[in-house]
């Protein structure tokens, strides 16, 4: 961050104090909503972790439960079709993320497969794993902004932390030791001119 020298002066140092204190002020905002970030970022990892399992486990359940069939036999495409995806935005500590509100997914005929004793299970275990996947891509953006959004965070947190309140502070000792010293150079001259006044009287 780029920053200029400050003049030597009182006037500079009452500025750079109350620009420090309006630093003070927002950074601790800024914490807390790194905080709050990081614990929406944490329950949206733990909500997809949870997902992979679901999916993992369905895809483990429908290969046992659809053994029966032989392996030269081709497996039928479910007969479902997606009619509506509803996906709402919610802001959250001043970020909009996408939550997923519903899922319509309609079942056509089964045709000649109906008679199947398996066709049941492979028509709810085929919905269940579309939604699992429709969820999923939606939480993928939603982290995806969560990871942004605390990225944009946590260099601001930086810049104000470690930068610009230090770098300020640092002015303002600067000033105060020059006026002090300043103040000090004064009395001794103030010490000075008396003497040489008196030592003049004294002729």
């Given amino acids: 961050m780029q920053t200029t020298t400050p003049t030597l002066n009182k006037s500079s140092?009452?500025?750079?104090?109350?620009?420090?204190?309006?630093?003070?002020?927002?950074?601790?905002?800024?914490?807390?909503?790194?905080?709050?970030?990081l614990m929406l970022q944490k329950q949206a990892q733990s909500r997809m972790h949870?997902?992979?399992?679901?999916?993992?486990?369905?895809?483990a359940e429908v290969g046992e439960e659809l053994s029966m069939l032989a392996d030269d036999m081709p497996l039928p495409q479910a007969p479902l079709q997606v009619s509506g995806v509803r996906v709402?935005?919610?802001?959250?500590?001043?970020?909009?993320?996408?939550?997923?509100?519903?899922?319509?997914?309609?079942?056509?005929a089964y045709g000649l497969?109906?008679?199947?004793?398996?066709?049941?299970?492979?028509?709810?275990?085929?919905?269940?794993?579309?939604?699992?996947?429709?969820?999923?891509?939606?939480?993928?953006?939603?982290?995806?902004l969560l990871d942004e959004a605390s990225r944009t965070v946590t260099q601001r947190v930086n810049l104000f932390s470690k930068v610009m309140i230090p770098t300020v502070s640092h002015q303002i000792?600067?000033?105060?030791?020059?006026?002090?010293d300043q103040e000090r150079a004064a009395v001794v001259r103030?010490?000075?001119?008396?003497?040489?006044?008196?030592?003049?009287?004294?002729?």
């Avoid at 709402?88 to 056509?108: M, S």
């Fill in 13 to 37: 140092l009452s500025r750079l104090k109350r620009q420090r204190e309006m630093y003070q002020r927002y950074l601790p905002a800024l914490e807390m909503k790194q905080r709050m970030l």
């Fill in 50 to 59: 949870e997902l992979r399992e679901q999916r993992e486990a369905l895809q």
């Fill in 88 to 108: 709402v935005e919610e802001n959250l500590v001043g970020v909009t993320l996408p939550r997923l509100e519903g899922i319509d997914i309609e079942r056509h």
């Fill in 113 to 144: 497969l109906s008679q199947a004793h398996w066709m049941e299970r492979l028509v709810e275990r085929s919905e269940t794993m579309l939604r699992l996947r429709i969820e999923t891509q939606v939480m993928e953006r939603r982290l995806a």
């Fill in 173 to 180: 000792a600067r000033i105060d030791l020059y006026l002090a």
């Fill in 190 to 203: 103030s010490k000075l001119a008396k003497q040489k006044h008196a030592a003049e009287g004294k002729r």
